[in-house]
C-alpha cells in the first residue's frame, strides 16, 4: 500500500461506512431481541466448529 | 368463518414470501459470485496491479452505501449488485495475482476457496435447518463491525502484520456470525429485500475469502 493518497481515500471510505453503521448498530443494540436460554450456545458451537475448520486449512496448507 | 379463513392464509402468504426471499437470494447470490469469478480471471489475465484491489473496494463501498439503498427496490438494483460484485470480482483478481506468484499460492488459494465454500454452505444450512433465530446477535454483530472498522483504519497508516492477522481472525468470526444473524433474518421475515441480502451474504463471503486467503498465506506452506 505505497500509494498515500489511496490510504488516505480507503480510511475516509471506511470513515464514511462507520458513520452509516453506527446508528444501525445503536438501534440493534437497544432496541434488538434478546437472547433466550440457550440461543448464545447454538451460536457459540458453529462459530467454535468454524475455528476448528481454519486449524485444520492452515495445517493442509 | 371468513376470519378464521385469514388467521390461516396469512401464515401461508407470510410463508410463502419469505421462501421467495430466500430463492431469489440463494439465487441471485449464485450469479453474482458467478460472474465475481469471471472478473477475477479477467484482471488475473491483464495482470492487473495491487492498487486495483483498492480502487476496487473503494468504489464499491461507495455504490453499496450511495447508490444500493436508492436502487434496491428497482430492477436497476440487480444493474447495481452486479457492478459491485463485478469491481470487487476485478480487484480480487489483483491479488489472486500476488497470491500465486508465492511457492504455496495456488495451494493457498484453492484451500481459501475451498474453505470459504464449506464455511458458508455449513453456516447456512445450520441457520435454515435449527429453526432457531439468531436475530439476537444484531447488537453483537454489528458493534463487533465498528470495533473492526476502526481497528482497519488504523492498520491502514500502522501497518502492523499481528494486528492485520488479528483483523483477519476476527473479521472471519464477525461475518460467520453475520451468516447466521443474515439468514435468520431471511428466514424470519426480517430481511425483505433479496437485493440486500444477496448484498450482505456476498460480502461475508468476500471478506471470509480474503480473511481465510491472509490467514493461510501467513501460517500455510512452513515446511
Known amino acids: 500500500m505505497d500509494n498515500i493518497w489511496l490510504q488516505i481515500a480507503l480510511a475516509a471510505t471506511m470513515g464514511m461506512m462507520l458513520f452509516f453503521l453506527y446508528p444501525r448498530a445503536k438501534q440493534w443494540m437497544q432496541n434488538g431481541p434478546k437472547a433466550e436460554q440457550g440461543d448464545w450456545m447454538a451460536a457459540v458451537i458453529p462459530l467454535l466448529a468454524v475455528v476448528g475448520f481454519v486449524l485444520l486449512l492452515i495445517m493442509l496448507v | ?223
Not at chain 2, 426471499?21 to 492487473?48: D, G, P, Q
Not at chain 2, 435454515?128 to 439468531?134: A, E, G, V
Not at chain 2, 433479496?194 to 512452513?222: C, R
Open chain 2, 1 to 223: 368463518m371468513n376470519r378464521f379463513n385469514q388467521t390461516i392464509a396469512q401464515p401461508a402468504q407470510s410463508a410463502l414470501a419469505v421462501n421467495k426471499v430466500i430463492k431469489n437470494t440463494y439465487m441471485l447470490l449464485s450469479a453474482t459470485l458467478f460472474f465475481s469469478a469471471i472478473m477475477a480471471m479477467v484482471s488475473m489475465f491483464l495482470a492487473m496491479p495491487p492498487m486495483a484491489y483498492l480502487i476496487s473496494v473503494i468504489g464499491a463501498m461507495l455504490l453499496g452505501m450511495f447508490v444500493l439503498p436508492r436502487t434496491a427496490n428497482s430492477s436497476s438494483g440487480i444493474g447495481v449488485i452486479f457492478l459491485i460484485t463485478g469491481m470487487l470480482g476485478f480487484g480480487l483478481g489483483a491479488i489472486l495475482t500476488l497470491y500465486l506468484q508465492l511457492p504455496h499460492g495456488p495451494q493457498t488459494i484453492a484451500t481459501a476457496l475451498g474453505g470459504t465454500g464449506v464455511i458458508f454452505l455449513g453456516l447456512s444450512g445450520y441457520a435454515l435447518t435449527s429453526k432457531r433465530d439468531f436475530s439476537f446477535m444484531g447488537g453483537f454483530v454489528f458493534a463487533g463491525m465498528l470495533v473492526m472498522i476502526v481497528a482497519i483504519i488504523a492498520n491502514i497508516f500502522l501497518q502492523l502484520p499481528f494486528l492485520s492477522l488479528a483483523i483477519s481472525a476476527g473479521v472471519m468470526l464477525l461475518m460467520s456470525a453475520y451468516i447466521l444473524f443474515q439468514t435468520s433474518q431471511m428466514m424470519n421475515g426480517g430481511e425483505t429485500n433479496y437485493i440486500f441480502a444477496t448484498y450482505s451474504l456476498y460480502m461475508a463471503i468476500f471478506n471470509i475469502f480474503i480473511s481465510l486467503l491472509q490467514i493461510l498465506g501467513v501460517f500455510g506452506g512452513d515446511d
